[in-house]
């Protein structure tokens, strides 16, 4: 493991990765995809890492989503436990959407962290400078989003975690009004559930512990079934 570590710390992750490791003794393994991942099972924690570009930003990027459940915060866990219980939902949602939504609300917070630390905004995504939504995605979502009152669940689905993509964005350069007011236009109900929820986890501080995000949780979820209801999703 120290030999990806001299190559995955500097002065700016050097603090950070020490605490963490006291407290979870965590592993460091080789990815056998093109890109680093964390693996949280039970007590473990694993980070893969691609050996032949081992970034500190990278690892820190990684190293972000173990301190934030360090804190308590594991808001993909509990909006899935929240989802799980209505069949409903848990049809809709798929394993992938759930995942992107978690990923998303997880950066949104990490972020300011990373630069603090030192590490630019361009350096905290690899795809930074790719638009995370085209104008052929609006318009396959649109052809295929309802018809005769059916709702298709793939593009339902693809409108959810497009609106998360866009909304957790790091490059500003990339312009998403138009999409934004198509997805609006679209589904307003459902757009409008989703903004509410966004906005409420912005204000979500996770340093303070009087906050919490079970209520953010209920309000999404009670939003959903709201929209949800009398409806065909198939």
């Known amino acids: 493991m120290s030999k990806y570590l001299n190559s995955l710390l500097d002065e700016r992750n050097s603090e950070l990765w020490s605490n963490l490791n006291s407290a979870h003794k965590i592993t460091i393994e080789p990815s056998f995809e093109p890109n680093f991942i964390t693996n949280f099972k039970d007590d473990k924690i694993t980070i893969y890492v691609v050996e032949d570009n081992l ?112 909304k957790a964005d790091n490059n500003r350069m990339n312009k998403y009004d138009i999409l934004y007011k198509k997805l609006s236009k679209l589904d307003k109900k459902l757009y409008k559930s989703l903004i509410d929820f966004w906005e409420d986890w912005l204000s979500f501080d996770y340093n303070d512990k009087n906050d919490n995000y079970d209520e953010i949780i209920n309000y999404f979820i009670q939003d959903l079934n709201e929209w949800n209801e009398n409806k065909t999703v198939i």
């Open 55 to 166: 970034s500190p930003a990278d690892f820190t990027h990684e190293l972000l989503h173990i301190k934030l459940k360090s804190n308590g915060l594991d808001i993909g866990r509990d909006l899935n436990k929240e989802i799980e219980k209505n069949e409903k939902l848990f049809y809709l949602f798929s394993t992938d959407l759930k995942d992107h939504i978690s990923n998303c609300l997880e950066h949104i917070k990490m972020l300011p962290i990373f630069i603090d630390l030192g590490f630019k905004n361009s350096q905290f995504l690899s795809d930074y400078k790719s638009k995370k939504m085209s104008m052929g995605q609006m318009q396959e979502i649109a052809l295929r989003y309802r018809e005769k009152g059916i709702y298709d669940r793939e593009a339902v689905d693809s409108f959810i975690g497009l609106f998360f993509a866009m």
